[in-house]
């Protein structure tokens, strides 16, 4: 079992930034490879972005390449999302997940564990 916990969201203008984190316990983190997405209201979820086991490897959804950040530190358990330049189509909650795999995945069901959420709420 993975417990997963989100922190660093909040209400931010647009153009501004903010940092996600996200804690794990449990199982050796640095096993899986971690992932955010995110869901808006009456939206699917999405994925945002992920990264290896190792953080050697990452990947974006169009939609935030160039604007978001993810990083991960395996000796503290966590995993991080920079956001810059905020838009109002970033609002949603964002959640973390971990996958146990060496693939870095952009689909859901791979992802075994999931966090509770973090909302994210940009004005424009």
């Known amino acids: 079992q993975v417990q997963l916990v989100e922190s660093g969201g909040g209400l931010v203008q647009a153009g501004g930034s903010l940092k996600l984190s996200c804690a794990a316990s449990g199982r050796t983190f640095s096993a899986y490879t971690m992932g955010w997405f995110r869901q808006a209201p009456g939206k699917e979820r999405e994925f945002v972005a992920a990264?290896?086991?190792?953080?050697?490897?990452?990947y974006y959804a169009d939609s935030v390449k160039g604007r978001f950040t993810i990083s991960r530190d395996n000796a503290k358990n966590t995993v991080y999302l920079q956001m810059n330049s905020l838009k109002a189509e970033d609002t949603a909650v964002y959640y973390c997940?971990?996958?146990?795999?060496?693939?870095?995945?952009?689909?859901?069901?791979?992802?075994?564990?999931w966090g509770q959420g973090t909302q994210v709420t940009v004005s424009s």
């Open positions: 997940a971990a996958a146990n795999t060496i693939l870095v995945v952009t689909t859901t069901k791979p992802y075994d564990y």
């Open positions: 990264i290896s086991r190792s953080g050697g490897s990452t």
